[in-house]
């Protein structure tokens, strides 16, 4: 899994598929009746990503402030910024799934915390969040958004 910036575009790939736009998600959300079928439904989102290799499951890479392991590796080549994320927890698979999904074709200058959280108001999901996993997923996106700051100053 990797989002790839390409002229100050975001675009996310996912093996040879592409991800399910954050817009299709929203509207699937809306069909399901119950918060258990929204968490099944964001947990096969997170089956879908593919997991780290072992030896990049280093402390480097770790988020912090999540409950769970969770790691985001950002890499800056050829003026493409890509993401390769993974975590121990399916949810939080699913929750990184959701985040690379917002960021795929927005400008890098959009991908911002505000942005992002502002977004997720869509899916109603925060207050479904118990308080450590929604200081994991505030930590994700603290990650999401320095890293792009970093890389955008390069």
């Not at 942005?115 to 999901?125: G, H, T």
Request: proline share 1%; net charge negative.
């Amino acid at each position: 899994m990797c989002a790839i910036v390409t002229n100050g575009t975001v675009e996310q790939i996912m093996s040879d598929k592409r991800l399910i736009s954050f817009d299709e998600i929203v509207e699937t959300f809306s069909y399901l009746d119950s918060w258990e079928e929204r968490y099944g439904y964001v947990m096969e989102l997170g089956a879908q990503l593919e997991p780290l290799e072992e030896h990049l499951k280093r402390d480097e890479f770790k988020v912090r402030g999540c409950a769970s392991q969770v790691w985001m590796i950002p890499s800056l080549q050829d003026g493409h910024v890509t993401w390769q994320a993974d975590s121990d927890a399916l949810i939080v698979k699913g929750l990184i799934y959701l985040l690379l999904s917002f960021i795929q074709d927005r400008s890098s200058d959009d991908i911002t915390r505000d942005a992002i959280f502002k977004a997720f108001e869509r899916l109603e999901l925060q207050s479904q969040l118990s308080a450590q996993r929604a200081n994991g997923f505030a930590s994700m996106v603290q990650r999401i958004e320095t890293d792009m700051r970093r890389f955008r100053s390069q």
